[in-house]
């Protein structure tokens, strides 16, 4: 499923990939903002195509907004391996751990995932290396 959106017009290439992380609350007044926040929180989006309109925005650095196409793609993650069923749906949670210079950091701390979220597994790829010994495997969440 697709849905449109304003990004910064600098940012409107097709394939560009981004999280939308919430509205900004310096657009509480404006009108364009139900197009500008249409998207899921969190979630992880691909622009497909490029539209022609673009408006004035005073919160982008070139001071411009360009409607969008986007889909939602999946963030890929690491969940523990009990739970990495394909199409099974897991209750995500970042793990104890805090050594953010192992190698899988990003993936236990997901951009964008929330711990005690529901999310569906897709593309269960295989274990991950655990410097704390927990058993986990790399997927993509959506």
Do not use: W
């Amino acid at each position: 499923m697709s849905n449109i959106t304003l990004i910064g017009k600098s940012y409107a290439e097709v394939g560009r990939e981004f999280y939308f992380m919430g509205p900004l609350q310096d657009c509480d007044g404006c009108k364009l903002k139900g197009v500008c926040f249409g998207l899921e929180t969190g979630a992880r989006y691909r622009i497909v195509e490029v539209r022609g309109q673009s408006h004035n925005c005073p919160e982008h650095l070139d001071d411009t907004v360009t409607a969008v196409k986007v889909e939602k793609v999946p963030t890929p993650a690491a969940v523990p391996k009990k739970l990495a069923i394909d199409g099974s749906v897991v209750t995500f949670q970042e793990p104890k751990c805090e050594n953010i210079g192992c190698q899988n950091y990003r993936l236990c701390h997901a951009v964008g995932k929330i711990s005690g979220e529901k999310y569906a597994v897709s593309n269960v790829q295989g274990d991950l290396e655990c410097l704390i010994g927990e058993k986990m495997v790399r997927v993509d969440l959506l």
